[in-house]
């Protein structure tokens, strides 16, 4: 079983910057990653895809602000997030996609002043 644990996150100001982190217990060679995030009585929304090779798909509400990047030697996958917005506020969670691991615990980023 794939344990997926992230951390980073945390409060900050709007235009403001975080750092997360994922790290999984198993290999992530070969395997398409993606960043997930889940705001309060929201779905859970896929806005982040890392391919095999590193490139990403991004959802044009994060396009330009956020960068993910993945280091299969580690098993991890990492997202950096700029000119945070209100509207980002949401649990984060790394896994494969489609989906097909038991979700972690996330990460929670707020954004308000």
């Known amino acids: 079983q794939v344990q997926l644990v992230e951390a980073g996150g945390g409060l900050v100001q709007p235009g403001g910057s975080l750092r997360c982190s994922c790290t999984?217990?198993?290999?992530?060679?070969?395997?398409?990653m993606a960043w997930y995030r889940q705001a309060p009585g929201k779905q859970r929304e896929l806005f982040a895809l890392i391919t095999t090779g590193g490139s990403t798909n991004d959802l044009d509400s994060v396009k330009g602000r956020f960068t993910s990047s993945r280091d299969n030697v580690k098993g991890a996958v990492n997202l950096r997030m700029d000119s945070l917005k209100p509207e980002d506020t949401a649990a984060y969670y790394c896994?494969?996609?489609?989906?097909?691991?038991?979700w972690g615990q996330g990460t929670q980023v707020t954004v308000s002043s």
């Open positions: 896994s494969d996609y489609p989906s097909t691991w038991s």
């Open positions: 999984v217990s198993g290999t992530i060679f070969g395997i398409l």
